[in-house]
Structures are given as C-alpha cells and as structure tokens.
C-alpha cells in the first residue's frame, strides 16, 4: 500500500521538475514550450492527487519516528506544505485561466506568487516522503 506514497514522491519529482522548466521556457520566451510542460505539471497533480487519497484511504497514518531537532524540522515542512498543499489548487487554476483567456499580463503577475507556493509544496512533497518512508511498516 506504501507503494502509493512512492508513486506520489516520484509524481512530486517530475513536477518540481517540469515547473523549472516551465519557468525557464517563459523567460526565454519559449510560450508553446511552456504551455505544455505546465500542462503536463498541472495533469501530474491531479494524478497525484487521486494517488494520495488512495495512500491514505488505505494506508492509514504513519507516525514520525525521530526525535530531536529532526523531528521540529519535519514538522515545520509537513505543516507548510499541507497548508499551502490545500490551498494552492485555485490559485493554480485561476492563473491558468488567465494565460487561457489571454490575460498574459495578469497571468504574469499571478504566476509570480503561484508558482514559488506551487514549487515549494512539490519539493517538500519529496522530502516529507524521504523523512517519513523510514516509518512505514
């Protein structure tokens, strides 16, 4: 059943992967190319998305076994990433619907907050998984 939360880090990966390249396609003005690997990114967290709820539907939780300092640095990352994990989503679409409609300035000035958020709850995806899978019975 661990196997999904597996699946979830890779997914996290290649998200934090394509949202790079996303980035760095829109800077260099390459728009077709970024339309398409945002996308991909934004197909690859809905996958995500139906992959995590089967893991915790079956898996149950799994309690952080560290102690120390270790234990206060995880929970800060799984803390920020579930808030901003659960919120994240409209933003994301409501920046795309702006790129959509041809809205490039306001999806410019969107994306600028999006993305970082959008960023940082893929990465941290990964290492809330690395911290954790240790645990997993």
């Known amino acids: 059943v661990h196997e999904f939360?597996?699946?979830n880090s890779i997914i996290n990966s290649l998200v934090s992967v394509l949202l790079l390249i996303g980035l760095f396609a829109a800077k260099s003005k390459k728009f077709k190319l970024h339309k398409g690997v945002m996308f991909t990114a934004m197909v690859l967290s809905?996958?995500?998305l139906l992959?995590?709820?089967?893991?915790?539907?079956?898996?149950?939780d799994?309690?952080?076994?560290?102690?120390?300092?270790?234990k206060y640095v995880y929970y800060f990352i799984l803390v920020t990433h579930i808030i901003l994990a659960a919120v994240i989503m409209p933003f994301i679409l409501y920046t795309?619907?702006?790129?959509l409609t041809a809205e490039f300035g306001k999806h410019r000035k969107l994306a600028k907050y999006t993305w970082p958020l959008w960023?940082?709850?893929?990465?941290t995806g990964v290492i809330v998984y690395w911290m954790i899978s240790?645990?997993?019975?």
């Open 46 to 48: 809905f996958l995500f």
């Open 51 to 60: 992959s995590y709820v089967c893991h915790h539907i079956w898996a149950g």
């Open 5 to 7: 939360a597996f699946v």
């Open 119 to 123: 960023f940082y709850v893929s990465v």
């Open 62 to 70: 799994t309690h952080y076994g560290n102690t120390g300092f270790i």
């Open 96 to 99: 795309t619907y702006r790129a």
């Open 134 to 137: 240790p645990f997993y019975n």
